[in-house]
């Protein structure tokens, strides 16, 4: 059976020429949970997910990865025991190319100990992947696929999709979504999704960890991130009124009506003011904080 793992950096530093590409970070995956990887092209999110997976050893601190039949907390580099219960697919697929795709799904059943024969089937189906054709001659599209066929079915404890579903469409992206909404459910395991997608990933997750430079910008549950501000909508000039004086994040106006987004805890009395004037008060997009806190103009 998987069980969920949770996963704990401290002060993890990696460089690259003596660049830190991660900066004394500390953080804490809790088990169970959609975990949404956030930043910026170049913030560290790749370097991040190859070292919680073991593929790259720390220059300072440690990643610890601990719970279920793992017992107490291991590091992964270099530790089989603990590499058999996760799974990186990175946007390459990580898969071997000069092979046939159903050769490819063997290799995994072998190597991966929690694979779900019938699952991977499926989705083989739902994706339509020709299964005789060499990897190296599928599309990117159907290459990513493939790659997050291998994710999902390994059903690991610990699961990383690294950008591996962006090479896909629109509508395989979503379906890549609904399928791992569906068996995440049946089968409970801690998932980091690493994007710069993030309107899109957004409704799926539960925490985020946003990084910014190699370093952690903040780590959060996302229905207490999307409490640090609010947009505000209806009337034009109310909303105008109402949001002076509020740092604000994001503006967007169909005719006479506007919706800005704001930053900041409205109080009760905030609130009750915005009734009165006919505002309407919302939690804010994941996507305006993002944008915010990574400082993109
Ligand atoms: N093998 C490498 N050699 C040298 N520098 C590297 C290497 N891998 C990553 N870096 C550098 O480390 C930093 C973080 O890169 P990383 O790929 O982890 O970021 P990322 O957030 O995944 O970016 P993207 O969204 O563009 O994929 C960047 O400055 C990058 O140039």
């Known amino acids: 059976m998987t069980t969920a793992l949770t996963v704990r950096t401290e002060n993890l530093s990696v460089r690259f020429a003596g660049v830190p590409a991660l900066d004394r970070l500390d953080l804490r995956l809790a088990p169970g ?11 560290g999110k790749s370097t991040l997910a190859a070292t919680l997976a073991g593929f790259r050893r720390p220059d300072e601190g440690r990643v610890l990865i601990e719970g279920g039949d793992l017992g107490p907390a291991q590091e992964p580099y270099e ?3 603990v590499t058999s219960r996760v799974c990186l697919i990175r ?3 990580d898969v071997p190319d000069s092979v046939p795709v159903r050769y490819a799904l063997r290799l995994a059943a072998a190597l991966r100990p929690y ?11 739902r994706f339509e992947i020709p299964q005789n054709k060499k990897i190296q001659k599928l599309s990117r599209g159907k290459k990513s696929a493939l790659g997050v066929i291998v994710g999902l079915a390994s059903r690991a404890p610990l699961t990383i999709f690294d950008e591996s ?4 469409d629109v509508p395989s992206r979503h379906l890549f979504y609904d399928v791992l909404l569906a068996d995440y459910a049946e089968v409970p395991r801690t998932i980091v ?19 910014d430079k190699g370093r952690l910008v903040t780590q959060s549950a996302v229905d207490a991130l999307r409490g ?22 994001a503006e967007e106006r169909l005719g006479g009506t506007k919706s800005t987004t704001v930053l900041g805890d409205l109080d009760p009395v905030l609130l009750a003011q915005a009734a009165s004037a006919g505002l309407e008060v919302g939690p804010v997009g994941l996507q305006d904080l993002f944008v915010h806190l990574t400082g993109v103009k």
């Open 33 to 43: 949970k959609i975990h949404g990887l956030l930043g910026r092209n170049g913030s």
């Open 79 to 81: 530790n089989a025991v």
């Open 91 to 93: 946007e390459s697929g």
């Open 115 to 125: 694979w779900d024969a019938d699952l991977a089937a499926e989705l083989v189906e």
């Open 165 to 168: 579903y962006l090479g896909m």
């Open 193 to 211: 999704l690493s994007t710069h997608l993030v309107s899109e990933v957004s409704t799926m997750l539960e925490e985020v960890v946003i990084l």
């Open 228 to 249: 640090r501000g609010a947009s505000i909508v209806g009337p034009a000039a109310a909303v105008d009124q109402f949001t002076a004086g509020f740092t604000v994040l």
